[in-house]
Nanobody
Framework: QVQLVESGGGLVQAGDSLRLSCAASGRFFSSYAMGWFRQAPGKEREFVAAISRSGGHTNYADSVKGRSTISRDNAKNTVYLQMNSLKPEDTAVYYC????????????????????WGQGTQVTVSS
């Protein structure tokens, strides 16, 4: 059973930075496309960023583009989300997700195309 475990969330002030990590168990991480999603209280889950299985393609929501960077280390079975210039509207639970059988360059924004999900990590940005 592959597990995804997020870490790195916390309480920060507006303008600060955070790096979220998502560690995956199992042997096939390098074949997964990975994504980050978030869900704020009372709102639907939304796409944040995605990275292809090799790391050669990335995709970002407009709301975080230019402020965030998704990356992966396949040797460490880990995907990262570096978030800079954080805003109060970035407050949410952040989830990582894995698409276990993606096309080579896939960076899908669609949550239903991801097969595995982590438990989430809370990010709170105070103004």
């Amino acid at each position: 059973q592959v597990q995804l475990v997020e870490s790195g969330g916390g309480l920060v002030q507006a303008g600060d930075s955070l790096r979220l990590s998502c560690a995956a168990s199992g042997r096939f991480f390098s074949s997964y496309a990975m994504g980050w999603f978030r869900q704020a209280p009372g709102k639907e889950r939304e796409f944040v960023a995605a990275i292809s299985r090799s790391g050669g393609h990335t995709n970002y929501a407009d709301s975080v583009k230019g402020r965030s960077t998704i990356s992966r280390d396949n040797a460490k079975n880990t995907v990262y989300l570096q978030m800079n210039s954080l805003k109060p509207e970035d407050t949410a639970v952040y989830y990582c997700a894995a698409d276990v059988s993606p096309p080579a360059s896939s960076t899908t924004t669609l949550g239903y195309e991801y097969d595995l999900w982590g438990q989430g990590t809370q990010v709170t940005v105070s103004s």
